[in-house]
């Protein structure tokens, strides 16, 4: 069955460096893979996504790396900054029917100043 | 303004009462979704909808039931609700052909003692 999940609960950063937070996922027919953040108090934010027939992707500070031969997925934030600090969940999106989205458990990022 | 509003922010009930938690938006998507959020288990989806007249139940739907009553309108109802329904609720909405890119509300925090 879909199984979406983080290898570490807690990440810890110092201010300045860079983050990489880590996902496994375990079905192969998703489409597409996204990361969320979540803020204190808020909703999930949409961060960026990558389609399953690409391995790397930017944004602004962000990049998003699929191994599909492993099922892993991470999400690499340079410069690592205050406002950083959030709740970060991997997604998979299925590829059939209702296209349905299964969210992963969190990883916790800290960013010390 | 929220692009997509939840109310209420925060409720506190009892067992064997009826609740309801209400979302609107104003993004003008068709898709609109109800997911359950505990510490530890990220996010499951409970019902979901891609216009008025189709909505879906999700993994955890036992317990809640939805009602569409437009676009722009999307009701979560716990008939009787129970102590283990206590969580924090969002709504989301998508654009049809990009439902990996949710836009969430910023939740109900509901208490069952």
């Known amino acids: 069955g879909e199984s979406v999940g983080l290898h570490l609960p807690t990440l810890s950063v110092q201010e300045g460096d860079n983050s990489i937070i880590n996902c496994a996922y375990s079905n192969s027919a998703s489409d597409y893979f996204i990361w969320y953040k979540q803020e204190s108090g808020k909703g999930p934010q949409f961060i960026i996504d990558i389609r399953s027939n690409m391995d790397k992707r930017q944004g602004q500070r962000v990049t998003v790396l699929l191994n599909k031969t492993v099922k892993h997925l991470s999400l690499q934030i340079a410069a690592t900054q205050p406002g950083d600090s959030a709740v970060y969940f991997c997604?998979?999106?299925?590829?059939?029917?209702?296209?349905?989205?299964?969210f992963g458990t969190g990883t916790k990022l800290q960013v010390i100043p | 303004d929220a692009d997509v509003t939840q109310t209420p922010r925060n409720r506190i009930t009892k067992t064997g009462k009826r609740i309801m938690l209400e979302c609107s938006q104003t993004k003008g998507h068709d898709r609109m979704y109800w997911y359950r959020q505990d510490p530890g288990l990220g996010l499951r989806l409970i019902y979901y909808s891609f216009d008025v007249k189709d909505i879906n139940k999700g993994e955890i739907s036992d317990g809640y039931s939805v009602s569409r009553q437009a676009q722009a309108k999307f009701s979560l109802s716990l008939e009787s609700a129970i102590p283990n329904q206590t969580a924090l609720y969002f709504c989301a909405t998508s654009e049809t052909g990009s439902a990996e890119k949710l836009f969430f509300g910023s939740g109900t925090q509901l208490s069952v003692l």
């Open positions: 997604a998979e999106r299925n590829s059939g029917g209702y296209q349905k989205v299964t």
